[in-house]
């Protein structure tokens, strides 16, 4: 079962008149596996950010700051790769890791 499955099975209980007991029976699915999907879907309820911060990645050698002050990006060698082409690593709250080379 995916979050998006249960959020739709979860809206059909909350406009049912059943108890969570007959709710699922009538789904085939266990109490227990609804109660762990319910506390799934408030966690990530609970976690979604209020809005979406975007992300800039510009491989100039010069960036503006809020202050209108320039900040010097270093250019040095890692192993063979600029600072600009090394790979940067995303890792989200949630332990989701993302790499872009």
Not at 33 to 44: A, D, E, I, S, V
Request: proline share 6%.
């Amino acid at each position: 079962m995916t979050h998006t499955t249960f959020k739709q099975l979860y809206q059909e209980y909350q406009e049912s008149s059943l108890s969570v007991r007959d709710f699922c029976s009538n789904q085939a699915l266990s109490p227990s596996t609804f109660y762990y999907w319910r506390k799934q879907l408030g966690n990530t309820a609970q976690e979604a950010p209020e809005r979406l911060v975007p992300l800039v990645i510009d491989s100039a050698p010069t960036q503006k700051t809020k202050h209108n002050k320039h900040v010097a990006i270093a250019t040095n060698k890692t192993d063979g790769l600029s600072i600009s082409q090394a790979p940067v690593e995303l890792v989200f709250p949630n332990g989701t890791k993302m790499v872009i080379r």
